[in-house]
């Protein structure tokens, strides 16, 4: 009777450990796609045949995969092991003290040198029970990109002073050692928001979406971080303080001496307003691609149109947005004045509303009385977004299509359509 009672534990034990751990059980391959839990016609069941196909994934010994359960650090350290088609330089082993004798260990040292993690971010330990979050997801990711390719490297220090097009970006939420991390996986497509326009940086990740996500940088690994559009957009705004020539085919003039009027040139410069009734300062100029409304084409337009944008999108014209301080030297910046005092420095911008200007917690120059509402007050800056427009096309002239941004006669932001 005790022998069968010490074998009835040893069972139970072992149970649990293959429930526990599915990434060490042995998988048939007719259970790939059969998994009790993983229907016909789950959102995930492609991504999930082929991660478990390729030895990425395992799932239970009752035959479930369980598409829904949180992922763990170990766990995903691991599957980020298994999909790296690459060596790493130095293999590194015994990095946590907190892992020695655990199912994982072995994977997760092969994650570390492979430069998915630090070892330094965790210096308590690893955990690796503990539910990944998805900053530490993107963090993870974009990291192992930058360690395989030096141009990934790079897009990580160009879109450290970014706009990262999510919620938490104005509303808070997002801290900004994560802005590169977050902009690399935006960028490239390896993670996505969710419809309210949140990242959810401390949200966890399910099986199902980790299968997705590994199918993703499967693809992505081999690709050049050139050749995603968004990524070079927000690389561009992090460094110049906007995403106007790699979202246009606009080119910045070139005065006689050489010197490039890039848009950079009148970032945090501060112009003076007719009338003298206060002062201007540009920070951003964001360019969005729209077929329609319902149609946002780029990630940076999503921040700023929705349904309901209070404009109409025609196919002739980028909806463009530009973020700026102003300061008023009294309380009479009201809303015809203030609009004949940019004249110097912006023209045709307007005011603009939409569904994402609360989702995102976007500020914009309103459409009531600005002094009359409190939004203009004497000496106070205020920081928001107007909007203008852009041709998409030259008009055929000699000029061609062209805008200047001026700060004062020895600063200023000029480019144009190429000639044709």
């Known amino acids: 009777m005790e ?70 650090r170990a766990e995903f350290a691991t599957l980020l092991s298994r999909v790296a088609k690459r060596t790493a330089k130095t293999d590194q082993a015994n990095v946590f003290k907190d892992l020695t004798g655990h199912w994982s260990e072995e994977e997760v040292n092969r994650a570390v040198s492979l430069g998915f993690l630090n070892s330094s971010d965790y210096p308590n330990g690893f ?30 220090k160009d879109t450290e002073n970014t706009l990262v097009p999510v919620a938490e970006y104005y509303k808070g939420g997002l801290k900004k050692s994560a802005y590169p991390f977050v902009s690399v996986v935006l960028g490239t497509g390896l993670m996505s928001g969710y419809p309210d326009g949140t990242f959810g940086p401390g949200k966890t990740t399910t099986r199902a979406e980790a299968a997705v996500i590994l199918s993703r940088y499967e693809q992505i690994q081999e690709n050049e971080a050139t050749s995603y559009r968004d990524l070079n957009e927000m690389r561009e705004v992090g460094l110049t303080g906007t995403n106007l020539t790699s ?18 040139r009148i970032v945090g410069k501060s112009a003076k307003l007719r009338n003298n009734l206060g002062t ?63 004249a110097d420095v912006f023209t045709t911008v307007n005011n603009f509303d939409s569904g994402t200007v609360e989702a995102y917690g976007i500020n ?57």
């Open 3 to 72: 022998t069968l009672k010490k074998v009835t534990q040893l069972l139970l034990s072992a149970v649990l450990i293959i429930g526990i751990y599915p990434f060490t059980e042995s998988t048939s391959q007719a259970a790939v796609t059969s998994f009790k839990d993983v229907p016909a016609n789950h959102w995930a069941k492609a991504s999930i045949d082929a991660a478990v196909e390729k030895g990425y994934f395992k799932g239970y010994s009752n035959g479930t995969f369980k598409p829904g359960a949180t992922v763990t």
């Open 364 to 420: 914009n120059l309103p459409v009531e009385e600005y002094v009359d509402s409190g939004f203009f007050k004497k000496e106070v800056p205020r920081k928001f977004w107007m909007r203008f427009a852009l041709a998409k096309t030259s008009d055929g002239s000699s000029t061609g299509t062209w805008k200047t941004f001026t700060i004062d006669q020895n600063t200023s932001s000029s480019f144009s359509l190429p000639l044709r």
């Open 247 to 264: 979202a246009t085919p606009y080119v910045y003039l070139k005065s006689e001496d050489g010197t490039i009027a890039s848009f950079d």
């Open 127 to 156: 955990k690796p029970s503990t539910a990944l979050t998805r900053e530490e997801m993107a963090k993870w990711l974009s990291s192992g990109l930058a360690a395989k390719d030096e141009e990934y490297k790079q897009a990580l």
């Open 280 to 342: 201007i300062m540009p920070h951003r100029m964001i360019v969005t691609h729209a077929n329609s409304k319902k149609s946002v084409l780029n990630l940076y337009g999503k921040m700023f149109i929705d349904k309901n944008y209070r404009y109409p999108i025609k196919q002739e014209l980028y909806e463009v947005f530009i973020e700026v301080t102003v300061t008023p030297k009294g309380d009479n910046l009201r809303n015809l004045a203030f609009y004949q005092a940019i």
